[in-house]
């Protein structure tokens, strides 16, 4: 049985996300602040973590960086802001999806379930290495080389780049690369793909104004031209 973290200080709200996740079948334990949700992280090393952005005391951002020191767990991060830069600094941060306040339940166990079935294949590496020019993705050791050094991604940003550079020249929408790599279709913020899309331009990319590797087709989506 899974175990998934949930940490919010709504106490309505992270009862009835209990209620819900304990019917999809996970056991559920709850934090109502960063600092025991932080506790609780490392001591019962949970799958998933439902992670509230704003929290007394250490908030969901501080809580998401330091578990990124420590971990690769899976983080969930919910908000009630509308503003797009507090999503994008909680994925900068390391969390791998987020969902606005108010959700619907439904939604909330397809994240989950989409987030533990990604950190379940990410664990099944098969060794492969794809190359393009100076460019290296090695899906065994979770690197990518440039001209032989290093480059630092994150999660999102390392399975985004491997695959579309095993299936490079074709072309993706916004909605095929959130099910593939965050793993579930809903009609619904598309942006998250463009967010990792910059991040990886700025790490890979000569000319990221510009880009040659990761290009945008107009109208459809993206596609990997090296």
Partial sequence: MKTILVVDDEPTLAATVRY????????????????????????????????????????GLDVCRILRRESSVPILMLTARGEETDRVVGLELGADDYLTKPFSMRELLARVRALLRRSEMATQVDGEVVTCGDLEVDAARHQVRRSGAEVALKPKEFELLAFLMRNRRRVFTREQLLNQIWGYEFAGDTRTVDVHVSWLRQKVEDNPQHPALIVTVRGIGYRFDG
Wanted: charged residues 25%.
């Fill in 20 to 59: 819900n996740l304990e019917q999809g079948g996970y056991r559920v334990i709850t934090a109502a602040d960063g600092e025991s949700g932080l506790s609780l992280a490392r001591s019962e090393r949970p799958d998933t973590i439902v992670l509230d952005l704003m929290l007394p005391g250490l908030d």
